[in-house]
């Protein structure tokens, strides 16, 4: 009875990722039609407007990236407040959180360096595009290298509206930071300021839900112009690509969090995903773990886990803890810079580490939100989205996919790190926890 529920679950996941998602499968699969006939009879005017098309949508994108990071931070912080309680509570989570959110991104790059996936990728972008990239990145890299003192003194910006004017992701992020975390220290007289950063949130994540629409021509487009360019050949790449997320994904669900728990607590790893399992089922099939945070709490709470811990510890882990989000960045990126060429130093490396655990942890708990904030880390390589349109269109090609198995992981791990504090604080029902029977359904 309970194989048989639990495969209805899988059914219902993943009924529910075609219906929501169905427009962007569609537009994938019209983009191969259209790439393989224009592969063989070439068409300059529609391959521009194809061009075009897959231009606005990056630069959409992109767009959005600034409100979306600066907004996040600091309805996340804030949050936590300075009640005693919930401060040792937050300091507790932060930890958690990092410590498994390192491990993704260790892992991520480890894999992406070991199975290349990028390198298949690399004859189909055109070698004066990629002289291009490699002597950006060069630069970019050269400056940095040549004056680290000064580096880490540009994360500080002298003029914080200057750096929002320019787009210095790590200066705006540095500053924002410092003003979220004083918002937090001087109690209720914040409210306006983070009542109107919480319009803003609201806003950018309706426009990204805009976005998120205009993906199935954006993405259409794209695949369209990347197949009738390189002929099926590109999913062999593409293939390579997904398959190392998907190795990535699975030994941070089934090696790095039961190695978590039974270090930080004594939650059971298999009894914590059968008692989440509607939650997680759900997550793979919206690829959104802010929709999925409701039936997330209510599995928890439900289940055994308290509401003072749940409902504290969720709602911060659905906008701030994404190292599903981290990994599929880190992998990307390297992907992009194999792809391209460009020499991948020790320095470079952990840049983009450390670059994708902060862009992670600002990406909106929504559907296409991890490739959104790829821009910031593209940023301070000295890149832009548009350099890299080639890439790209390998990356939106399968995102759907990608996207359904990075927010399982996400908010498997929300449940994870909800659990051992659950457990440190004892704020769980053993008996309830440990005895599947006894559930409550969810309704």
Not at 211 to 231: D, H, K, N, W, Y
Not at 356 to 365: E, F, K, N
Request: hydrophobic share 55%; glycine share 6%; net charge neutral.
């Amino acid at each position: 009875m309970k194989d048989s529920k639990i495969q209805m679950q899988i059914l219902i996941a993943l009924g529910l990722g075609i219906k929501r998602n169905w427009p962007i499968f569609f537009g994938i699969l019209a983009g191969i039609f259209v790439g393989i006939f224009l592969h063989t009879h070439p068409s300059e005017v529609i391959s521009s407007l194809l061009t075009f098309i897959g231009q606005i949508f990056i630069r959409l994108i992109q767009m959005i990236v600034i409100p979306l990071v600066v907004s996040a931070i600091i309805i996340g912080i804030t949050s936590i407040g300075d009640n005693k309680q919930l401060e040792k509570f937050g300091k507790k989570m932060i930890i958690y959180y990092g410590i498994i959110t390192t491990a993704a991104v260790a892992i991520g790059t480890a894999l992406a360096l070991i199975f290349q996936p990028g390198l298949g990728a690399a004859r189909y972008i055109a070698e004066n595009t990629a002289s291009e990239v490699q002597a950006s990145v060069a630069t970019a890299m050269s400056q940095q290298q040549g004056h680290l003192l000064s580096m880490f003194l540009d994360f500080i910006p002298s003029n914080p509206a200057a750096a929002l004017a320019s787009g210095n992701m790590v200066a705006i992020i540095v500053f924002v930071l410092i003003a979220a975390i004083a918002l937090a220290k001087v109690g209720d007289v914040n409210r306006p300021i983070v009542s109107f950063f919480e319009s803003v949130f609201a806003a950018t994540m309706k426009i990204t839900d805009w976005i998120m629409v205009l993906a199935a021509p954006g993405v259409f487009a794209l695949t369209a112009s990347a197949v009738s360019s390189f002929g099926m050949h590109i999913f062999a790449s593409i293939g390579k690509y997904v398959l190392v997320l998907a190795i990535g994904f699975i030994i941070q669900m089934f090696v790095v969090y039961p190695i978590f728990l039974k270090c930080f607590s004594k939650v059971s790893i298999w009894m914590l995903y059968s008692a989440v399992a509607e939650a997680l089922m759900v997550a793979f099939g919206t690829a959104s773990s802010s929709a999925t945070l409701p039936l997330t709490i209510a599995c928890c709470e439900k289940r055994g886990i308290s509401h003072k811990i749940s409902s504290f510890v969720l709602p911060l882990g659905a906008t701030l803890n994404m190292d599903g989000t981290a990994m599929l960045q880190v992998v990307a990126v390297i992907f992009l810079a194999q792809a391209y060429g460009v020499p991948l130093s020790a320095f470079l490396l952990i840049q983009i580490a450390v670059l994708a655990m902060i862009a992670s942890s600002t990406s909106a708990g929504i559907s296409g939100a991890g490739l959104i904030t790829l821009a910031l880390i593209l940023n301070c390589m000295g890149l832009s989205p548009e350099q890299l349109v080639a890439g790209f269109a390998f990356l939106f090609t399968i995102e759907r996919v990608t996207d359904m198995m990075r927010t399982l992981v996400n908010v498997a791990s929300d449940t994870v790190v909800v659990a051992a504090i659950a457990d440190n604080e004892n704020e769980i029902n053993y008996d309830l926890f440990n005895n599947p029977e006894a559930y409550e359904e969810i309704a």
